[in-house]
């Protein structure tokens, strides 16, 4: 089996797909794009991606990809994340004036960076291939934000550890395949729908769904691309068991414009 990651070894992704698959043969893909095709095209079998961040929100083009590619969400997983600046060996925290990483994983660092403005934060496209770079290129002055299991694996020094804003932050990856594979323990689903343009539609919808037993533990408005300016919702539900779920499925689909099951799975809490 072959799993597809956005980023290389040592990159979050890559931490997720080993603890759900052990030492499994990687495509690296440098950009989730590319990891969506990989998985479309049956290239590979699955694909890891992350979805979202507790600090830094929803990747929200994400959705549109699994959307667009009629891909099936199959599992999720979260996975805390601690991010440590890394630079070549020898280097202290003074001597550095860029910093390198993915645009998330800057994200999760804000308050750090505010503190040591001469800093100049520079987006890659992901924390594991800063870190190569750094240690092939022998940079000096500058450094990545990677975990630290990047930092051993490029023999990198930790300049500061666990820069992120909050001792708990976490990515939630979703685990992607071509056709869905529904666990009989399946708890969780993801939706995709779009409500009519009349008053109360949504709140309806979700009125149902408390009704039917359905716990919305996300719900996200996403764009559709070929309509500017109109939304659709991406709900997570969590529920007792599928056959509620099968249910509220068909409930629902009357008071929706269009529905669209993106996955139905076994939740992971951390
Ligand atoms: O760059 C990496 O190491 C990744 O796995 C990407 C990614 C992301 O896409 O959010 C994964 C987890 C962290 O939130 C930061 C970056």
């Not at 969506?36 to 699955?46: E, F, L």
């Not at 190569?132 to 630290?148: E, F, L, P």
């Amino acid at each position: 089996m072959k799993v597809a990651i956005q980023g290389i070894q040592g990159s979050y992704h890559h931490q997720v797909a080993s603890i759900l698959y052990g030492n499994v043969e990687l495509l690296e893909c440098s950009t989730f794009d590319q990891l969506v095709n990989a998985v479309s095209t049956g290239h590979v079998q699955t694909g890891v991606m992350a979805i979202g961040n507790s600090i830094a929100g929803s990747i929200l083009p994400n959705y549109n990809l699994i959307k667009e590619q009629n891909l099936c969400i199959t599992a999720e997983y979260y996975l805390n994340i601690e991010h440590q600046l890394m630079a070549q060996k020898g280097q202290v925290f003074e001597d550095i004036f860029e910093v390198q990483s993915h645009p998330m994983a800057l994200l999760q660092c804000q308050s750090f960076f505010r503190k040591h403005p001469h800093i100049k934060l520079v987006e890659t496209d992901d924390t594991a291939a800063a870190a190569q770079r750094i240690a092939r290129d022998s940079k000096m002055g500058i450094a990545a934000i990677a975990s630290s299991q990047a930092a051993a694996f490029y023999e990198l020094d930790v300049v500061a550890k666990d820069i992120q804003e909050v001792r708990n932050n976490a990515t939630r990856f979703v685990v992607v395949n071509r056709e869905s594979i529904i666990d009989e323990q399946a708890n969780k689903a993801t939706i995709n729908f779009t409500a009519n343009h009349e008053p109360s539609s949504l709140a309806k919808i979700l009125t149902k769904l408390g009704d039917l037993d359905m716990n919305v533990t996300k719900i996200q408005s996403i764009p559709i691309i070929e309509k500017p300016f109109l939304f659709s919702f991406v709900a997570d539900l969590e529920f007792k068991n599928l056959q509620l779920f099968k249910e509220a499925q068909l409930e629902i689909g009357i008071l929706v414009e269009s529905l669209k099951i993106l996955g139905i799975y076994k939740s992971h809490t951390l």
